[in-house]
């Protein structure tokens, strides 16, 4: 028989086990009840899309816009044309009239800024891919702001919003910095210039090579006609492979022979011209440069390519440098410090036959606003992989065909590089394609 003490404790521990049931059971309820608070969608992986979206579209732009004289919408007044291997060019012309004609750089700016307001709509493409995971997304039309300075600074307001389910949030800002010096080649281009206008009669090229030179740039010039010229300024820049071009136009009211009034300097050193150089076999491959000069040494930049500085011979290994274009400088120095630059592009295409064969790629020719259609093929298509990097489509990784419908923004002659890769490497071919 239980006693009356122990009675009393079962009796409590009893209420206990009651109340924290009744307890546990109300917190469930209101859980079960009440609404939970929502889960914020994440959007880093679309911000980082869009950053690096813009940062592709401002770099294309800067490259644009330099080979533009500073435009993207050529001002009404009259233009210089220029043909450069078959696509036109209008230039302006920053010396006219005996006077300078250089643009603000706040309108470069401007410029530069409305041509990546375009590449970068065309960068995201409608943001399809990730409506393919499920995301609503909606954007409105970007507004950026480019700054040159030490660095160009690009900022865009760029509303967007991504909806997924019941989730909805936006994004509005975004910022990038490029490690992109334009305000230097801009100064001296003015200072060439306001010594061109002192000496109007004369086109000052030594001075303008002299510019050049100062900022390891290459600097040619084609006399379009009796009193027009084309300077185009080349710069090794690292943003992308090939070189930034800076052209610009220039006019003269000369009363005497051209020919005399083109002032320029006797070169200490001088470059032999070279033709790209195709590797099309494995191994080892060698180049001779030929220079003028007295006592030069030659060096190469980026230093990752050998060359014998008391010869000029490069060496390639294709082990070492895997199918590729390569864009290297060459520099001949002689022993008064004077000095000599040219670029050397490499074309890297060897095949030992364990390597996709593609196809040869004819001239494409597609139309504005209408599909086109074309299949890239190899002579054996098992596990081929093919790529792109062209902003215009984008290819089937496994058949190779492309499918796309260019705008009037497209327009023009495009260069087209198409990679196939399996398990052993990877060969490329480049081709044309002309949007009309």
């Not at 000095?339 to 996709?356: E, S, W, Y």
């Not at 058949?399 to 923004?409: A, D, K, R």
Request: glycine share 6%; net charge negative.
């Amino acid at each position: 028989m239980l006693k009356r003490g122990q009675v009393t404790i079962f009796i409590i521990v009893g209420i206990l086990v009651l109340a924290i049931t009744m307890l546990s059971l109300y917190v469930a309820s209101r859980l079960t009840t009440e609404e939970l608070p929502s889960q914020q969608i994440s959007t880093d992986f679309i911000s980082s899309f869009v950053q690096s979206c813009l940062e592709k579209s401002v770099t294309d732009s800067i490259y644009k816009v330099s080979a533009a004289g500073g435009y993207y919408h050529p001002p009404q007044e009259e233009l210089l044309g220029l043909d450069i291997q078959g696509e036109y060019f209008q230039l302006p012309y920053y010396f006219k009239d005996a006077q300078s004609e250089l643009p603000e750089l706040s309108v470069i700016e401007s410029e530069i800024a409305a041509a990546a307001e375009d590449k970068l709509l065309e960068c995201v493409a409608g943001f399809e891919s990730f409506e393919k995971q499920g995301y609503i997304v909606t954007a409105g039309k970007p507004d950026l702001k480019v700054v040159l300075s030490r660095q160009t600074i690009a900022t865009a307001d760029f509303p967007i919003t991504i909806k997924k389910g019941e989730e909805e949030t936006t994004l509005t800002k975004f910022t990038i910095t490029i490690p992109f010096n334009f305000v230097k080649k801009y100064d001296a281009v003015k200072e060439y210039l306001q010594t061109q206008e002192t000496t109007a009669g004369y086109f000052l090229g030594g001075d303008l090579s002299a510019k050049a030179a100062e900022q390891n740039a290459l600097f040619t010039f084609a006399q379009v006609n009796s009193s027009e010229i084309a300077a185009e300024l080349r710069y090794d820049e690292p943003l992308k492979k090939e070189p930034l071009i800076y052209r610009f136009g220039l006019q003269f009211d000369w009363e005497t022979s051209s020919e005399e009034m083109i002032l320029t300097r006797e070169a200490a050193v001088e470059i032999s011209a070279f033709p790209e150089w195709q590797i099309t076999e494995t191994g080892i491959h060698t180049l001779q440069l030929n220079a003028e000069g007295e006592g030069l040494t030659f060096e190469i930049e980026p230093d990752s390519l050998p060359i014998d500085p008391q010869t000029g011979t490069i060496t390639l290994d294709t082990t070492l440098f895997p199918n590729d274009e390569y864009l290297y400088y060459v520099k001949a120095s002689d022993e008064f410090e004077n000095q000599a630059m040219a670029p050397l592009l490499i074309n890297v295409n060897a095949n030992d036959g364990d390597l996709p064969i593609i196809l040869p790629i004819e001239r494409q020719t597609a139309k504005a606003g209408e599909e086109f259609r074309y299949t890239v093929s190899t002579l054996d298509a098992d596990n081929v992989i093919f790529t792109s990097q062209t902003y215009l489509f984008q290819i089937d990784e496994q058949s190779g065909e492309i499918v796309f419908t260019p705008s009037n923004e497209n327009k023009g002659l495009h260069s087209i590089r198409v990679d196939a890769k399996n398990e052993k490497g990877g060969t490329w071919q480049r081709w044309e394609l002309e949007v009309q």
